[in-house]
T-cell receptor, first 112, second 113 residues
Framework: AQSVTQPDIHITVSEGASLELRCNYSYGATPYLFWYVQSPGQGLQLLLKYLSGDTLVQGIKGFEAEFKRSQSSFNLRKPSVHWSDAAEYFCAVGNSNYQLIWGAGTKLIIKP | GAGVSQSPRYKVAKRGQDVALRCDPI?????LFWYQQALGQGPEFLTYFQNEAQLDKSGLPSDRFFAERPEGSVSTLKIQRTQQEDSAVYLC???????????FGAGTRLSVL
């Protein structure tokens, strides 16, 4: 069955520290992978996506993610977080048609 | 350049009431999706339209849920005889076509008392 696992429900990092959010997926074919961010009261905003090609993808707001097929992972990284990065982050896998399957999300808390 | 607009933003319903949630997609977007997001969870797919055709409604949790997009633009998600378990944020997303990314509205938070 297709699924997405985000093992960390909450992560707390200090402002200026580096960040890595984990995402593992189960999918039978080459996946299309996405990271979205959701701030309170806001819609989901796409940070970055992997469709094919280079496995290291760059996104908005200084985020990047690396697709590792051997580990079925698509972890999100940022070298230095800002207080405005506090939000909930969702990893999703898209199937060959259109449907997105979502992880449960990781809430990022920034310590001053 | 308006994004996806959803109304109302908040809806409180008494158990047993019918509710209608509206989604205005980005102009020209062919595909429209509805998702349900329970508290502390990721979104779950409900249904998908391509233009006015509802191509997949496999995610609708019961026959109390009904969605339509009669002119291939605005969509309405209707929930009849609401139950407490229907309390969630209902998200709408639209897409230009094909494998383009989905753009999300801010959602409608439904609370059933």
């Amino acid at each position: 069955a297709q699924s997405v696992t985000q093992p960390d429900i909450h992560i707390t990092v200090s402002e200026g520290a580096s960040l890595e959010l984990r995402c593992n997926y189960s999918y039978g074919a080459t996946p299309y992978l996405f990271w979205y961010v959701q701030s309170p009261g806001q819609g989901l905003q796409l940070l970055l996506k992997y469709l094919s090609g280079d496995t290291l993808v760059q996104g908005i707001k200084g985020f990047e993610a690396e697709f590792k097929r051997s580990q079925s992972s698509f972890n999100l990284r940022k070298p230095s977080v800002h207080w405005s990065d506090a939000a909930e982050y969702f990893c999703a896998v898209g199937n060959s048609n259109y449907q997105l399957i979502w992880g449960a999300g990781t809430k990022l808390i920034i310590k001053p | 350049g308006a994004g996806v607009s959803q109304s109302p933003r908040y809806k409180v319903a008494k158990r047993g009431q019918d509710v209608a949630l509206r989604c205005d997609p980005i102009s020209g977007h062919v595909s429209l999706f509805w998702y349900q997001q329970a508290l502390g969870q990721g979104p779950e797919f409900l249904t998908y339209f391509q233009n006015e055709a509802q191509l997949d409604k496999s995610g609708l949790p019961s026959d109390r849920f009904f969605a339509e997009r009669p002119e291939g633009s605005v969509s309405t998600l209707k929930i009849q005889r609401t139950q407490q378990e229907d309390s969630a944020v209902y998200l709408c997303a639209s897409r230009r076509g094909g494998r383009d990314i989905q753009y999300f509205g801010a959602g409608t938070r439904l609370s059933v008392l």
